[in-house]
């Protein structure tokens, strides 16, 4: 039950090619649209050509803003950040970013819709876009609403100049990352098919009810009238938390066409028009006395935005809460450039600000001649040093030395390169890791069914998380039923509202709303004398109930021990890395991640997901960036074989420790969410041993090879 | 800087080279097309008519009508619905849409549905007997070797080609055998345990 290694539920249909992706569902009279993207990065559209388009063979349709639909208030009416979706649906001839969606070409096969978009030809007035980061440092501006609509954008306690003159130690460096794209394997994709005025979408998705809400809104019509259904989605990572351009273009032609229009995006596509995790240039300040206390921190973030919506990724936030440190100063800045806008991917903030954070105390200990774990524990946060609350649960101290000792940190050198095998330096380095538990409002609905199954249902969402399968574990607990008497149902608007799955609130919201609800089943079951341990016993109850289903509902709301507690998960990750003494390449050897992170609800799957978001982190790490001509603003890797995820050959063996920790403020369940914290600190820890390994410190990712090679330090 | 001759010389031998893999008709495609500037015409290009192919997939032979440029990925996702082999880039960098022809793993989007006639191809829906699944799709289960599920039938036919490859015996030949293809939800350590558990049983059995 709750607890047990369960394989996924979902495991036969995965394996068999039985499950259905929204691109696969099968629909009579589908035709199939092909985005055009713009050639420039900047400027106006002064003249369309699209009749080659249009005469090629099979095309039904060509929209651009000459001819598309208009949309009420010009396709804006849905516009609201953060992560705003201000999107490219040929309203006007403006151009933003280069490969922005500049027309639709719907055709009767897929083969003529592509090969008719390739005829499209746009005359632009196209202006110098400005695409580089480090040249557009000087135009950072205060981002100043709040973060994610709750975090202040700059905090300050104590006081830092005093903090920093009291230092015997003093750490002042600057971390830069790239654009990191999220390439979920299953490229983003919508059917669009409308019934008179009822519009059905099948699409990949993180949020069933925020698309029915904002495609209602973008076209003005009732949400009443909009149904998105996604049972399985191929990936996600942030990228599909709210539609994306396509969904409403699928729509639009669908509805002026009056029939299905499917639009799946190229993997060029996915570069640019889905989101990113933005550039980040982060200062950071630390002091500390000589026995390791912090006496100031300053964590200041510039990041990269689109030139048409605000998008902060939200940098600073886990150093607020990582050390009890009484002086610091945190802000955030934005640059705007002429690229797509980005938005959140794997521990979105924590991510990019626990690298930095984390690299610098490692420098902190190397000028301190401390061990870096020791110096995090001399500075470990009792309670939230931000808000003053206690945390809910927090098992970090044996994170650490649980961790530690697994890992076999007390063999490690604290002096680089003193450790050599064959052609490589080995090092190893480690980083602390958090991500906030966070929960949100969600609902469930738990029937029994006249076959003496158990039915539940809840609107959430099948990233490849689990869900099917912990839902399922979760209802077969509070009913004292097999799992396998238990069918739960998502990803359709048609079932009970639950948030986005993102932020790891899935477990946290839609679990708790599941469990209520098959509680509630269960005592109804019980004051009907009813026993529904077998399914002929099951059987016969639906039927002296009259043969309806007998069903109970649950609205679960996160209360008042959310402003009580501060709720955080937290985790230590250790890395070893080999680094080859001729060649600069670095090689991941070894990696463990020890996590607090409330209860486990199924430790086969949890597992998965936290090797799963290390080896995200990885590609943070080693290869990933997305890179732009400065010149043009194109996307010049835009493809998998130059924008470079971690392949099966990079990965070795990697462990995972879960703490024993079951949080008692959280939700009944005692969960946190895992979904996002397995990629947070992995940057660091291998940054570390990469310094520990060759005593060059990388503060510019991906840790390529030139960076290493290049260095004094590393001269042999 | 770029020497202008050599330049020039390049772009020769690309538009060659295009217009011999291109169909008749095809010959007055524009190879530089995608880098033309801004308002240059289209180039003229009269796709092909369709034509008939017949594919045996799965141990049943299909005949469709089919726009001779549409993939053998495509024809089995669109025409066939037979969308267990998955689209993950369309240019054979992801290993997504790998099935077996002639019992030997490939790209299905790197493949046209034509090239494909008159030899057996395998692909996902096709490898479990009735209810009982290949030991591989099996060993997937147990050894929790997928997350979302959009790579796995492109990793478990790798893996079942695998078996009768010249593989090493080593985790680290395991892994370099299975990096052509990707999975970002990270399953690879449980991937290499489920093709490890099926070799070791397979060598045994
Ligand atoms: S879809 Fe064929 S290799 Fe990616
Ligand atoms: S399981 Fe999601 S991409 Fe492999």
Request: charged residues 20%; neutral net charge; contains cysteine.
């Amino acid at each position: 039950m709750i607890g047990d290694p369960v394989s996924r539920v979902d495991g036969r249909l995965k394996v068999t090619g039985a499950a259905r992706y929204s691109a696969e569902w099968p629909i009579d009279n589908l035709a199939y649209g092909v985005i055009v993207q713009s050639t420039v990065a900047k400027g106006m559209i002064t003249a369309f050509d699209t009749e080659h388009a249009r005469s090629s063979p099979g095309v039904v349709a060509v929209y651009t803003a000459d001819n598309a639909p208009a949309l009420p208030d010009k396709g804006r009416a849905a516009m609201k950040p953060p992560a705003g979706r201000e999107l490219s649906l040929l309203q006007d001839r403006a151009v933003r970013y280069n490969g922005e969606p500049i027309g639709l070409v719907v055709a009767e096969k897929f083969e003529q819709a592509t090969h008719a978009a390739s005829l499209v030809r746009a005359q632009y007035e196209s202006h110098t876009p400005l695409i580089d980061m480090q040249s557009a440092l000087p135009s950072a501006y205060p981002y100043k609403p709040n973060i994610n609509g709750s975090f202040p954008p700059a905090t300050q306690r104590g006081d830092l100049a005093a903090g920093l003159a009291a230092a015997d130690a003093r750490i002042d460096a600057t971390f830069t990352a790239p654009i990191e794209t999220h390439n979920s394997m299953e490229p983003h994709n919508t059917i669009a098919q409308w019934d008179g005025d009822q519009l059905t979408l099948y699409d990949s998705t993180q949020f069933v009810y925020g698309v029915k809400r904002f495609i209602a809104k973008i076209f003005g019509i009732p949400e009443a009238n909009v149904r998105v259904i996604s049972h399985f989605t191929g990936g996600a990572f942030g990228s599909k938390g709210a539609p994306w351009s396509h969904v409403v273009l699928a729509a639009m032609a669908a509805r002026a066409l009056n029939r299905p229009v499917k639009v799946v995006l190229t993997r060029k596509q996915m570069f640019g028009l889905v989101g990113a995790r933005p550039h980040t240039v982060q200062h950071l300040k630390l002091g500390a006395r000589k026995d390791g206390t912090l006496t100031a921190m300053e964590h200041r973030s510039i990041s990269s935005t689109s030139s048409f919506e605000e998008w902060v990724e939200p940098v600073t936030l886990a150093t607020r809460l990582m050390y009890a440190c009484s002086n610091q100063q945190t802000a955030h800045e934005l640059v705007r450039l002429d690229v797509g806008t980005p938005t959140f991917n794997r521990g979105p903030g924590e991510s990019s600000g626990i690298f930095a954070l984390e690299s610098a105390m490692d420098e902190l200990a190397v000028k301190l001649a401390m061990d870096p774990i020791e110096l995090r524990l001399r500075n470990y946060a009792e309670r939230d040093p931000e808000s003053g609350l206690e945390w809910s649960s927090k098992s970090l101290r044996q994170c650490y030395s649980l961790g530690a000792e697994r890992f076999g940190w007390s063999r490690r050198r604290a002096e680089p390169r003193s450790v050599r095998d064959g052609d490589a330096f080995v090092g190893i380095g480690m980083s602390s890791a958090t991500y906030p538990a966070r929960r949100a409002p969600a609902s469930a609905l738990a029937r029994l069914m006249p076959d003496g199954m158990i039915v539940v249902q809840a609107a959430t969402h099948e990233l490849g998380t689990g869900t099917y399968t912990i839902m399922t574990q979760i209802a077969a607990d509070a009913l004292g039923v097999p799992i396998e008497r238990v069918r739960f149902e998502l990803g359709d608007t048609r079932l009970p509202e639950n948030p986005i799955s993102a932020g790891s609130l899935t477990a946290q919201s839609t679990g708790t709303a599941v469990h209520l609800a098959a509680v509630a089943l269960h005592d109804k079951i019980a004051a009907m004398r009813g026993d529904v341990t077998t399914i002929v016993s099951a059987r016969d109850l639906v039927t002296r109930g009259g043969g309806q289903p007998i069903e109970a509902r649950a609205d679960a709301k996160p209360g008042d021990e959310q402003k009580a507690f501060s709720m955080h998960s937290f985790g230590a990750i250790f890395a070893e890395v080999r680094v080859d003494a001729s060649l600069g390449t670095v090689k991941l050897s070894r990696m463990l991640g020890a996590y607090g992170v409330g209860r486990i609800l199924n430790p086969k799957t949890a597992r998965s997901q936290m090797i799963g978001g290390m080896i995200y982190g990885l590609g943070m790490t080693l290869t990933e960036d997305t890179l732009l001509d400065a010149r043009t603003g194109r996307y010049l890797n835009a493809d998998l074989a130059e924008y470079l995820v971690p392949v099966n050959a990079d990965i070795p063996e990697i462990d995972v420790m879960f703490m024993d920790e079951r949080d008692p403020q959280t939700n009944p369940l005692g969960t946190k969410g895992i979904g996002e914290i397995g990629c947070v600190g992995v940057t660091a820890a291998i940054a570390n041993a990469v310094y520990n390994a060759t005593g060059v410190r990388v503060r510019d990712l991906p840790i390529t090879l030139d960076k290493i090679l290049g260095h004094t330090s590393f001269a042999d | 800087m770029d020497d202008p001759n050599r330049r020039e010389f390049i772009g020769t031998v690309v538009t060659t080279a295009l217009a011999s893999v291109l169909a008749p008709g095809t010959a007055r495609a524009d190879a530089a097309s995608p880098h033309s500037p801004p308002g240059a015409p289209p180039p003229t290009l009269t796709p092909p008519p369709d034509i008939p192919v017949a594919l045996t997939v799965n141990g049943t032979t299909v005949r469709l009508t089919l726009d001779p440029r549409t993939t053998l990925l495509d024809a089995l996702r669109e025409s066939m619905h037979l969308t267990g082999s998955k689209k993950g880039c369309d240019h054979g960098q992801c290993g997504a849409c790998t099935v077996h022809l002639n019992g030997r793993r490939v790209l299905a989007c790197l493949t046209l549905a034509v090239m494909a006639q008159d030899q057996p191809v395998t692909t996902i829906e096709g490898l479990a007997r009735g209810d009982t699944l290949h030991p591989m799709q099996q060993a997937f289960i147990d050894r929790d070797g997928l997350q979302c599920g959009y790579c796995t039938p492109g990793q478990i036919m790798s893996a079942v080609a695998l078996l009768n490859e010249p593989c090493g015996p080593a985790d680290d030949d395991v892994r370099e055998c299975m990096s052509g293809n990707i999975c970002r939800c990270g399953a690879y350590p449980n991937i290499v345990a489920a093709v490890q558990d099926v070799r070791t049983a397979t060598a045994r059995g």
